[in-house]
């Protein structure tokens, strides 16, 4: 069974940057597709950025194109969210997942496997 531990979380000020990064135990990782979801207080959970198993094929919620980038390394079991140009509408506790299956999802409904979440807070 897959483990998860996400950092990166932290305070940052609106217009700045933070990296988060995911490492996961298992074997098997490379027949998973990755994706960071985000769940804002009062809201529910939403898919954010995903990415195919072997990296080359993403897909982003339309609210972070164009300032998140997703990525993996295989070889170091780990996904990366890249996040810029941040708003305080991005506040939430951001969580990765893994779904079997090679192709990404941004679908809450479609991950099998959650990690316990880190807490990014955009704020002046």
């Known amino acids: 069974q897959l483990q998860f531990v996400e950092s990166g979380g932290g305070l940052v000020q609106p217009g700045g940057s933070l990296r988060l990064s995911c490492a996961a135990s298992?074997?098997?990782?490379?027949?998973?597709?990755i994706g960071w979801f985000r769940q804002a207080p009062g809201k529910q959970r939403e898919g954010v950025a995903s990415?195919?198993?072997?990296?080359?094929?993403?897909a982003y919620a339309d609210s972070v194109k164009g300032r998140f980038t997703i990525s993996r390394d295989n070889a170091k079991n780990t996904v990366y969210l890249q996040m810029n140009s941040l708003k305080p509408e991005d506040t939430a506790v951001y969580y990765c997942?893994?779904?079997?299956?090679?192709?990404?999802?941004?679908?809450?409904?479609?991950?099998?496997?959650w990690g316990q979440g880190t807490q990014v807070t955009v704020s002046s």
């Open positions: 997942a893994a779904k079997p299956g090679y192709s990404p999802s941004i679908k809450v409904d479609d991950y099998d496997y």
């Open positions: 298992a074997f098997t990782w490379n027949y998973y597709a």
């Open positions: 990415i195919r198993s072997s990296g080359t094929i993403t």
